[in-house]
């Protein structure tokens, strides 16, 4: 079980982590924190949960890798339902990556158990992703201008 190309808007890395750690019943040193451009340890006993925090972008990295199924609640659990626990335990906005035709085509989730498609603009700079719109309304996501045919 792995996921990857799932980005926080978190503010507290700490929190990411305490998060992780209570809601999937995962021991403390499973979970490893890095800030920077630091690298998390390999080998024997690596921890299972790699949080990345790039200060810079402003962003948190969440990176999973698991030889057997994931200890989630009720099972195995895709990228957008981790996300989703994710986001309901921290109070913040994911990006998870939609395996879409472009590669600022994202998953916008949020906290309030929202989620939806969002084109993101490559070009915005410090602060992470920055949707440019949806492609239908996303709870929890009012702001962002819904795409239309039309204009």
């Not at 019943?25 to 630091?38: D, M, N, P």
């Not at 070009?123 to 949806?134: C, I, K, T």
């Amino acid at each position: 079980m792995s996921y990857s190309g799932i980005y926080l808007d978190a503010k507290d890395p700490q929190r990411v982590v305490e998060v992780v750690e209570r809601e999937f019943g995962l021991a403390a040193g499973q979970v490893h924190l890095v800030l920077g451009e630091g690298s998390p340890p390999s080998g024997p006993g690596w921890p299972a949960v790699v949080v990345t925090c790039d200060p810079v972008e402003r962003t948190v990295e969440i990176e999973v890798e698991f030889e057997e199924p994931f200890p989630a609640p009720g099972g195995d659990l895709s990228a957008l339902e981790f996300a989703k626990v994710l986001c309901g335990g921290v109070g913040c906005r994911a990006y998870v990556s939609s395996a879409g035709l472009t590669p600022n085509q994202w998953i916008l989730v949020t906290p309030e158990g929202g989620h939806g498609v969002v084109l993101t603009d490559d070009d915005a700079g410090e602060g992470g992703l920055q949707p440019v719109f949806a492609y239908a309304l996303i709870e929890g996501a009012p702001e962002i201008p819904v795409w239309s045919e039309t204009g």
